[in-house]
């Protein structure tokens, strides 16, 4: 079994880069191959490849080539996790960074642990994924008018990025804002940094940003209008950490509730 991260276009289901893929090694490289990538497919290719910060990137590589005893006979991604979903979607979701055996693992946001197994569980049940589960990059999964980020795009060792490693990373998710905006409709935010980092993500993609910015609570929703007549909805959502899904402060029927009204924004939008 091969361990470490997986080279770039070397046959991984669903990876978006090649050998090719021109790879971010600081933050100034960070907003230049950002800003100019020409379409969704290639910034989601140049996310994946991303080394632009060295504490995350020893960090995901040394999980991926020590990795967890239940997972020691497959290989783990190791790479960065890029945007993922419907390329034009209505709703947008976005949590605060991979998981270490989860999309550090798989390849996928959200794939490979319990938040995913909550979370799209949920997504099925409100027709925006077309099964239950989502267990590994090729398994047939796919995101019905939605769309799945992280603002830091890699494993932060404890799930604590650094201030400087979110500055750093916020130019692929601007650039992202920026490409999918015409269709979105709604965002929900899982949990509070989430919350907290988009403000500004959405700030330089041109919304205006109520001042002061609107706390973060499960339910809490705030309308950003839109020149072209167009209003977005931000929702929050406690994230279903598991953690949080144990201990029952988020439950099955409250992503429902929160899943349920994002559906029911873009259907009247």
Same mark, same amino acid.
């Given at each position: 079994?091969?361990?470490?991260?997986?080279?770039?276009?070397?046959?991984?289901?669903?990876?978006?880069?090649?050998?090719?893929?021109?790879?971010?090694?600081?933050?100034?490289?960070?907003?230049?191959?950002?800003?100019?990538?020409?379409?969704?497919?290639?910034?989601?290719?140049?996310?994946?490849?991303?080394?632009?910060?060295?504490?995350?990137?020893?960090?995901?590589?040394?999980?991926?080539?020590?990795?967890?005893?239940?997972?020691?006979?497959?290989?783990?991604?190791?790479?960065?996790?890029?945007?993922?979903?419907?390329?034009?979607?209505?709703?947008?979701?976005?949590? &605060?960074?991979?998981?270490?055996?989860?999309?550090?693992?798989?390849?996928?946001?959200?794939?490979?642990?319990?938040?995913?197994?909550?979370?799209?569980?949920?997504?099925?049940?409100?027709?925006?994924?077309?099964?239950?589960?989502?267990?590994?990059?090729?398994?047939?999964?796919?995101? &019905?008018?939605?769309?799945?980020?992280?603002?830091?795009?890699?494993?932060?060792?404890?799930?604590?990025?650094?201030?400087?490693?979110?500055?750093?990373?916020?130019?692929?998710?601007?650039?992202?804002?920026?490409?999918?905006?015409?269709?979105?409709?709604?965002?929900?935010?899982?949990?509070?940094?989430?919350?907290?980092?988009?403000?500004?993500?959405?700030?330089?993609?041109?919304?205006?940003?109520?001042?002061?910015?609107?706390?973060?609570?499960?339910?809490?929703?705030?309308?950003?209008?839109?020149?072209?007549?167009?209003?977005?909805? &931000?929702?929050?959502?406690?994230?279903?950490?598991?953690?949080?899904?144990?201990?029952?402060?988020?439950?099955?029927?409250?992503?429902?509730?929160?899943?349920?009204?994002?559906?029911?924004?873009?259907?009247?939008?």
């Amino acid at each position: 079994m091969v361990t470490g991260p997986v080279a770039p276009g070397t046959g991984w289901p669903e990876d978006p880069a090649s050998q090719d893929t021109p790879v971010a090694r600081d933050a100034s490289e960070v907003r230049e191959l950002a800003a100019k990538a020409p379409s969704l497919a290639e910034l989601t290719a140049r996310q994946s490849v991303c080394s632009a910060c060295p504490r995350l990137v020893a960090w995901r590589e040394k999980v991926a080539t020590d990795r967890r005893k239940s997972f020691r006979d497959e290989q783990y991604w190791g790479r960065p996790i890029a945007g993922w979903g419907d390329p034009a979607p209505s709703i947008l979701i976005v949590g &605060l960074a991979p998981a270490a055996h989860g999309g550090n693992r798989t390849g996928r946001v959200f794939t490979g642990d319990r938040s995913g197994d909550f979370l799209f569980a949920s997504l099925y049940r409100n027709g925006l994924a077309s099964q239950p589960t989502s267990v590994s990059a090729g398994d047939g999964q796919r995101l &019905l008018g939605a769309r799945v980020v992280a603002v830091v795009r890699c494993a932060p060792p404890d799930n604590r990025p650094t201030p400087e490693e979110r500055d750093t990373c916020e130019p692929w998710l601007t650039a992202e804002l920026h490409m999918i905006g015409s269709s979105m409709r709604v965002i929900v935010c899982l949990g509070g940094f989430a919350w907290q980092a988009l403000w500004r993500v959405l700030e330089r993609t041109g919304y205006p940003v109520p001042r002061p910015r609107p706390a973060f609570a499960h339910g809490v929703e705030v309308e950003l209008p839109r020149a072209n007549g167009t209003n977005i909805r &931000l929702i929050g959502c406690y994230h279903p950490s598991q953690q949080n899904t144990f201990t029952g402060r988020v439950t099955a029927d409250m992503l429902d509730t929160i899943f349920t009204r994002a559906r029911s924004i873009v259907s009247t939008a």
